[in-house]
């Protein structure tokens, strides 16, 4: 079996790939690292950060998922 081009799919098929396929490195590459939101925030690692900055990352997070 030839493995697909996977430039050439878009995110729904590529991810349904993956579920597939989920050793295949390069697809899981493609996906989180090469089609990324290059808006999307970043955050630092946890281990650079205090607790109580941690914690309130959680907190914020957990108050907007509330209806």
Known sequence: MNKP???QM???EL???ILAHPTDDEAIRELFINRRNPNAKVYPSPYEMSYEEVEAIFKSKLD???P
């Open 15 to 17: 991810k349904k790939y």
């Open 10 to 12: 878009n995110r729904q």
């Open 5 to 7: 081009d996977l430039k």
């Open 64 to 66: 907007r998922s509330e």
